[in-house]
């Protein structure tokens, strides 16, 4: 179950990312075995599911939500380089996999995300310059920086805005 009446929504969107990460490893494995084994419309059916629940994390906008949806496609997409490698695949099933491999725009995704953690870092300096200590404390004692980001200047706060902002367009 997820805790939704937690205070850390950070961490809210972190369990479902590792079912799909381990969703899509288990499928690509078992496509791979279904390869070996030569069951060959088993293995793309695997192949497909396996994309399919990689491409249900698409819309998300945070970086972690990005790079999870990058490793589950490339193991899936390990898997069907495997097929191509035995002469597995059937030409519709061809056809299928580089309509996939076509709506993987990795580059134009990373670009709506970086806005997304821009306005999370805006966000979180605004939350830190008014409420130092718990700031401070978030980062944990062992963090070297929990000690200065309590005394930090107002206006430093307000330039690592800026410079989050900058860099995002």
Same mark, same amino acid.
């Given at each position: 179950? #997820?805790?939704?009446?937690?205070?850390?929504?950070? /961490?809210?969107?972190?369990? $479902?990312?590792?079912? #799909?990460?381990?969703?899509?490893?288990?499928? =690509?494995?078992?496509?791979?075995?279904?390869?070996?084994?030569?069951e060959?419309?088993? /293995?793309?059916?695997?192949l497909?599911?396996?994309?399919?629940?990689?491409?249900?994390? =698409?819309? &998300? +906008?945070? *970086?972690? !939500?990005?790079?999870?949806?990058?490793?589950?496609? /490339?193991?899936?997409?390990?898997?069907?380089? %495997?097929?191509?490698?035995?002469h +597995?695949?059937?030409?519709?099933?061809?056809?299928?996999?580089?309509?996939c /491999?076509?709506? !993987?725009?990795?580059?134009?995704?990373?670009?709506?995300?970086?806005?997304? %953690?821009?306005?999370?870092?805006?966000?979180?300096?605004?939350?830190?310059?008014?409420?130092?200590?718990?700031?401070? &404390?978030?980062?944990?004692?062992?963090?070297?920086?929990?000690?200065?980001?309590?005394?930090?200047?107002?206006?430093? *706060?307000?330039? $690592?805005?800026?410079a989050?902002?900058? &860099?995002?367009?």
């Open positions: 179950a #997820v805790p939704w009446e937690q205070e850390d929504s950070a /961490a809210i969107i972190l369990p $479902h990312l590792a079912l #799909v990460r381990d969703i899509t490893r288990a499928y =690509s494995l078992r496509a791979s075995a279904r390869l070996a084994l030569n060959r419309d088993e /293995a793309f059916r695997d497909q599911v396996g994309l399919r629940v990689a491409n249900l994390i =698409s819309s &998300e +906008s945070f *970086y972690v !939500c990005l790079d999870v949806r990058r490793s589950a496609v /490339a193991n899936a997409l390990g898997s069907a380089a %495997e097929g191509l490698a035995r +597995s695949w059937s030409d519709d099933q061809l056809r299928w996999l580089a309509d /491999a076509s709506d !993987c725009d990795f580059l134009s995704a990373y670009a709506a995300v970086w806005r997304t %953690e821009a306005a999370m870092w805006v966000q979180y300096w605004t939350w830190a310059s008014q409420n130092r200590r718990q700031a401070g &404390e978030l980062l944990g004692q062992e963090f070297a920086a929990s000690a200065w980001i309590r005394r930090m200047p107002t206006g430093w *706060y307000y330039r $690592h805005q800026l989050v902002v900058s &860099e995002a367009l």
